[in-house]
């Protein structure tokens, strides 16, 4: 596509529950990283996939957060039993290579657990 | 790990001034740094790319210098225009990720 898409781009649920976000890259894009942004801070790195592999999988920051890029194209980050501290906008980004090429991000996804 | 500071984190300035903003880091052994504009709600749009090898770049009224050995890079506006108000942030890259600065929010007063 034209850029970065991401899906839903709010989500609202309940602590405890289950919940999926996509993001589409850039056509052509093998590298792929996923960034939580809190109100009034700076993106932190969750995971960065390189083709179909996790790469760097650091920034996840407990075993609720996973994320799958099965066939090297679209991502998806899954966070299992949800916590209100996981409310954030979680933002995609792809570069063309791997290594240090210019990041391209979407709009992001705003999810609130109540 | 990778600090990433911007100063300031807020600035309010009338139109047509020229200004900087500041972002430094702690480790040197960079591959990049990218300068983003965010605005309000909304994802992160690249400005300027400068590569390792660059000390700088230039797209229209901004210039974005980067000086590794004192951990520093400036973005430089000039002639600032109500549209210019956003949140401005750096990252740099190294061991496989990109590093944020939390960013300066920049708002122009017509």
């Known amino acids: 596509g034209a850029g970065v898409s991401q899906t839903p781009s709010n989500k609202v649920t309940e602590k405890g529950k289950y919940v999926e976000l996509r993001c589409d890259p850039i056509s052509g894009h093998t590298a792929l990283y996923w960034y939580r942004q809190s109100l009034g801070q700076g993106p932190e790195f969750l995971i960065y996939f390189q083709g179909t592999g996790a790469a760097d999988d650091s920034g996840l920051p407990n075993d609720r957060f996973f994320a799958v890029r099965p066939e090297g194209s679209v991502s998806t980050l899954k966070i299992q039993r949800t916590e209100r501290g996981d409310s954030a906008v979680y933002l995609c980004?792809?570069?063309?290579?791997?290594?240090?090429?210019?990041?391209?991000f979407g709009e992001g996804s705003r999810l609130t657990v109540l | 790990k990778q600090e990433v500071t911007q100063i300031p984190a807020a600035l309010s300035v009338p139109e047509g001034e020229n200004l900087v903003l500041n972002c430094s880091f702690t480790d040197s052994a960079i591959y990049n740094l990218q300068w983003f504009r965010q605005d309000p709600g909304k994802g992160l749009t690249s400005l300027l790319l400068?590569?390792?090898?660059?000390r700088e770049q230039t797209s229209g009224r901004l210039n974005a210098s980067l000086d590794k050995s004192s951990g520093r890079s400036t973005l430089y506006i000039a002639a600032s225009q109500p549209g210019d108000s956003a949140t401005y942030l750096c990252?740099?890259?190294?061991?496989?990720?990109?590093?944020f600065g939390s960013g300066t929010k920049l708002n122009v007063k017509p």
């Open positions: 990252a740099l890259y190294n061991f496989n990720k990109f590093y």
């Open positions: 400068i590569q390792s090898s660059q």
């Open positions: 980004a792809s570069s063309l290579g791997g290594g240090p090429g210019e990041l391209f």
